[in-house]
């Protein structure tokens, strides 16, 4: 799975959906619908929150068995009433790996805004409990809590048992991992899961659920695809298991993905894509988000379904920078009043420009850009008026030029000197997380 440092547009199961901010998220693990808090800047002060006093709360993590879990990272965190989010974690000078040998937590001195106040737990790498043991984090997340009235919590989830129909031999047993969030009043669950004959369990968190969201990550760390299932409230209690089974049929799952060949998911900023919506049911509604390496922005929305498969031209924001990035559809209509769910293709943002857009006849050029690749730029070449990037990996009907190294560090290169005898479109082919080409320049030659 894809690890990317990221900025935060964080989409809770409550519905609750908010602009790209300056949360933070360290991207340990992509989730359907939110991402991780990352530590305030060090020395940053607290707002005044609810009443303004501060609190010390504290608790335990535990497995589904009950066992307590050493290392696991415990976050707290309050919405005040301007809609800003304030938080912390575990990560601290005295506590640098989460929860102790017991799998104690505690936070000395936090705000609290009651009934709107959050504690989410990442459980470490192999966790215990899991069977197989989990090699992904999985989350557990509560909100409504009240830091203000109860200083002490026990984290323990409970389980709610799967029957999903509709996929393939292989992902009906086990090819790869579900990941699965169970959401409800009291909170949110992430799990992997591995299914057997398209049966498995999903954490969920106590005390009830409504609503489930299942989906698989793509080769490129993608979800392109997801199915949910939402009902009335189910009781759930820690360490407990809910054995009638939650129906997914992964026939009705949503899609958005983006169109054509994976080598032309990439390209500059500014650069409008196709992003194809499919098994979204007539009068749903989505909007879009953009992810990157150092912060999320806003595409817009909404955008209403009528049954169809559709396709939307979002825009690659101006101020992207060369990196690998989600492109996100996430349900917003109102009859679906948990946000989910939550889908994202991988686009590749990368640069590439001539020294000159216009020459003359004898002049010389050079190419040059970043992308977020090692290795070597291949430049392709056509007298041929295009639109586009190339139909084909191996650029059938472009002429193939010079090689240039791609710095490791910064992902620049530079093209030795060039001299088109008339009007000429380059392209350059890299590898980044996949095989890729930027974006076409024209250099015309008077």
């Known amino acids: 799975m894809r690890r990317l440092a990221m900025c935060g547009l964080i989409v809770l199961a409550v519905g609750l959906v908010l602009a790209p901010s300056a949360l933070a998220s360290t991207g340990v693990r992509h989730a359907a619908l939110g991402s991780r808090h990352a530590a305030a800047p060090a020395g940053a002060a607290l707002r005044a929150l609810g009443d303004g006093a501060l609190y010390s709360i504290g608790g335990h993590v535990h497995d589904y068995s009950g066992a307590g879990v050493p290392g696991a990272e415990v976050w707290w965190g309050s919405w005040d009433t301007s809609g800003n989010y304030d938080f912390g974690n575990t990560n601290t000078a005295t506590d640098p790996a989460g929860t102790d040998s017991s799998g104690a937590f505690s936070f000395p001195n936090i705000p609290s805004v009651p009934d709107n106040d959050d504690l989410t737990v990442w459980y470490p790498y192999s966790s215990p409990g899991f069977d197989p043991p989990a090699p992904f984090l999985e989350k557990l997340e509560t909100w409504s809590n009240d830091f203000s009235a109860t200083a002490d919590y026990p984290l323990q989830p409970a389980k709610v048992d799967l029957a999903v129909t509709g996929l393939s031999d292989a992902l009906a047993n086990g090819a790869a991992p579900a990941d699965v969030w169970v959401a409800g009043t009291p909170g949110n669950a992430e799990t992997a899961v591995w299914l057997n004959a398209g049966a498995g369990a999903a954490f969920a968190a106590p005390t009830s659920f409504n609503d489930v969201t299942l989906g698989f990550y793509d080769a490129r760390g993608g979800m392109t695809a997801a199915v949910q299932s939402q009902g009335t409230d189910t009781a759930v209690t820690a360490g407990n298991e809910d054995t009638s089974a939650v129906s997914l049929d992964w026939t009705a799952a949503h899609h958005a993905y983006l169109a054509g060949p994976v080598w032309q998911h990439s390209g500059k900023p500014g650069t409008h894509v196709r992003l194809a919506l499919k098994g979204w049911p007539n009068s749903e509604w989505a909007s879009f988000y ?157």
Not at 328 to 343: E, I, K, Q
Not at 365 to 390: C, D, E, N
Request: charged share 15%; with cysteine.
């Open 290 to 446: 953009f992810r990157g390496p150092t912060r999320d922005w806003d595409l817009g929305g909404p955008w209403k379904s009528t049954g169809a498969t559709a396709v939307v031209s979002p825009r690659i924001p101006t101020g992207a920078t060369p990196g690998v990035y989600e492109l996100h559809a996430y349900r917003v209509d109102s009859n679906d009043a948990n946000g989910m769910p939550d889908l994202w293709d991988i686009y590749q943002v990368c640069t590439f420009k001539a020294s000159a857009g216009v020459i003359h006849h004898g002049r010389a050029i050079r190419l040059s850009g970043k992308v977020p690749g090692s290795g070597w730029a291949t430049v392709y070449a056509t007298t041929h008026k295009v639109t586009g990037q190339p139909g084909t990996l191996a650029a059938k009907g472009w002429v193939k030029g010079g090689h240039y190294r791609i710095n490791n560090k910064t992902g620049a290169f530079l093209s030795g000197l060039l001299h088109p005898k008339r009007t000429t479109y380059y392209v350059v082919k890299y590898r980044g997380d996949f095989w890729a080409f930027t974006s076409v320049v024209r250099v015309v030659v008077h």
